[in-house]
């Protein structure tokens, strides 16, 4: 079910049953709902930009793309007396394992991102805009091609939105599959048609971003927030929520459940609530692990999860961090080192290459834990997994490293016995499931 004040209008059944043929993701049917008032409310009653930020900021809203940083106060790092170009850039680059949260507000609710992202050009003074979205997910780039098209033809892109002399032009850019897209100076290099590699921080792209201008970035899932924050005030949002973490959160629910799907509840929901919305654990298995935000983050014993809430900072007290809010539920089958194998063989193919201990360091530890998995491990194999993983973290310009080397110490963290049952023995310690 859909919290009350639920940006996609409506719950995961619906979406499920509306497919990629339905007709509720057009402007006239987002008009009906509600649709770009609050944008229209924007120009009209000529609120201040900095009026509109600080509604923003009052909200708590966090970025959803993983990081969760205060949007409000992302948003106020733009100078507002900068008298050239500033570009506005939408990650819609969804690549993290487990997520699929932002592909459906692109696919059945595509005109609350285009009004958010109009919203917060106005509110920081850009002219222009970008969604950068994920190439591999073709038909929902051509869906947000014709959502903003619609929004050109009835007025609400353009030059001289609504008359107010407002001019915000959006352009989605499709990438072709990179993880490493993902981080957002990546992001812009690739937009700027170079080969997707992070840049060093500082500066930052709020003083020096897409051609060099200042530029801000934000997820799908954050932009999507912003209309229901001004139509119904920044304090209702936070109260939707918990202090600092207002409003609702999509969760995208995975792995060992009866009903996987997108599901938006408020944060500070229980886990368990959440797990309960997506049916429970498949065939009634006992539930073993989880990870809670993505497969970057660590992961958290089943008993843990059971006791936790789904915020930013209950998900960190117990461990772990929020992420994307893609949450892969593991029941008492699965082998702890068979699953980080596949995580560590990911980021070993994901790795852009450009910083040594990431480009080397992946490799390491995917060919470790497969020696490990395959009955030729070595008796101080863990303590290389380990040492490998803390000669990555932190030595890189993006945090891919620490994304490949997180889950490695996690895993070893919580389910040591496994590992070292799998050298010592030269089998697994999970009994086949038949």
Known sequence: MSAPGGFLDYGPDAIIMAGLTGSNWRLADYVARGGYSALRKILTERIPPTTVIGEVKRSALRGRGGAGFPTGLKWSFMPQQYQGDKYLVCNSDEGEPGTFKDRDILRYNPHVLIEGMAIAAYAMGCGRGYNYIHGEIWETYERAE?????????????????????????????????????????????????????????????????????????????????????????????????????????????????????????????????????????DGRKLKACIPGGSSMPVLPGDVMMQTDMDYDSIAKAGSMLGSGAVIVMNDTRCMVKSLLRLSYFYYEESCGQCTPCREGTGWLWRVVDRIEHGQGRADDIDLLL??????????????????????????????????HHIDHRQCLVPAYI
């Open 387 to 420: 040492s490998v993983s803390d000669n990555i973290a932190g030595r890189t310009i993006c945090a891919l490293g620490d994304a490949a080397a997180l889950p490695v110490k996690s895993f070893i963290r919580h389910f040591r016995d496994e590992f070292q």
């Open 146 to 282: 014709e959502a903003v098209a619609e929004a050109y033809a009835a007025g609400f892109l353009g030059t001289d939105i609504l008359g107010s002399g407002f001019s915000f032009l959006l352009h989605n850019h499709h990438g072709y599959g990179a993880y490493i897209c993902g981080e957002e100076t990546a992001l812009l290099e690739s937009l700027e048609g170079k080969k997707g590699q992070p840049r060093f921080k500082p500066p930052f792209p709020a003083s020096f971003g897409l051609y060099g201008k200042p530029t801000t970035i934000n997820n799908t899932e954050t932009f999507a927030a912003v209309p229901w924050i001004i139509n119904h005030g920044g304090e209702a949002f936070l109260n939707l929520g918990r202090p600092n973490n207002g409003g609702t959160k999509l969760f995208s629910v995975s792995g060992d459940v009866a009903r996987p799907g997108n599901f938006e509840v408020p944060l500070g929901t229980p886990f368990a609530t959440l797990l309960d919305m997506a049916g429970g654990m498949r």
